[in-house]
């Protein structure tokens, strides 16, 4: 079994800042490529960023320059650093991964979502 839990989410003032983090968990044998998705009321879910295992990052048009992903492979744990934040990133954010587990099964696996709320 695996989990991803998503922590950072919050309240915070147009211009702010947030910290995104997301761990993984549980049966892993290899972590592959990881990202951030967001999901506004009423609208679909929307790729905001990815990285791969090796660390190459790749941003959707409305957040290059302002948002930044990373990861630490040792700790399993996936990052996104938000600034610059708008009312329209207001959104449930949530993490994926794909990942072997211990029973060599690859798969995409998603976080239950952290809400971000920007608003003044």
């Known amino acids: 079994q695996v989990q991803l839990v998503e922590s950072g989410g919050g309240l915070v003032q147009p211009g702010g800042s947030l910290r995104l983090s997301c761990q993984a968990s549980g049966d892993i044998f290899s972590l592959h490529a990881m990202g951030w998705h967001r999901q506004a009321p009423g609208k679909e879910r929307e790729l905001v960023a990815r990285i791969t295992t090796g660390g190459i990052p790749d941003y959707a048009d409305h957040v290059k320059d302002r948002f930044t992903i990373s990861r630490d492979n040792t700790k399993n744990t996936l990052y996104l650093q938000m600034n610059s934040l708008k009312p329209e990133d207001t959104a449930v954010y949530y993490c994926?991964?794909?990942?072997?587990?211990?029973?060599?099964?690859?798969?995409?696996?998603w976080g239950q979502g952290t809400q971000v709320t920007v608003s003044s």
């Open positions: 994926r991964a794909f990942i072997t587990t211990t029973m060599k099964h690859y798969d995409a696996y």
